[in-house]
């Protein structure tokens, strides 16, 4: 669920002043391609990549700038889970908890990472969401007897509730997870 907090005006960048971009009247420049706004914590003006500063003094207010905010990418992006952070991740979670065994060379793994994204921003506050690379910590996939990669399992009070192999639709997923909400 997202919420909007403020309203930020940013005028045409042709009518922004310099005077305006200087650090001391609010904005920090980090570097040539990109303004921070201190007052708006997570916002940036980030300079069109096609557009390049063409002198040695930075021309952020230009055509192709746009308004980005930091936290948007990485919100929700699901964390990985290693045999050190499996026990107070997973099994002490006071929160049901969906774990996602995958591998980098898995290409189904890799069409269910958008979907398990997805899930933990659906649910956020009602479910965790974390993914375990097997070829990183095979131990926790042997204790759990994982054959085949992708496999979706469900943990509530760390016992092992549900489990889905395969690239499966969102729909098969929300079922199994409705379930322990």
Known sequence: MAVVLETLIVPRASVVPSAS?????????SRCSSIRFSQFRGLKIQQNQRVAPVSSTCKLARRGSRIVCEAQETAFEVAGVTDATWKSLVLESELPVLVEFWAPWCGPCR???P???KLAKQYAGKLNCYKVNTDESPSIATQYGIRSIPTVIVFKKGEKKDAVVGAVPESTLTTSLEKFL
């Open 115 to 117: 979907l398990i994204d």
């Open 21 to 29: 971009l200087n650090p001391a009247a609010g904005a920090s420049i």
């Open 111 to 113: 069409m269910m990472h």
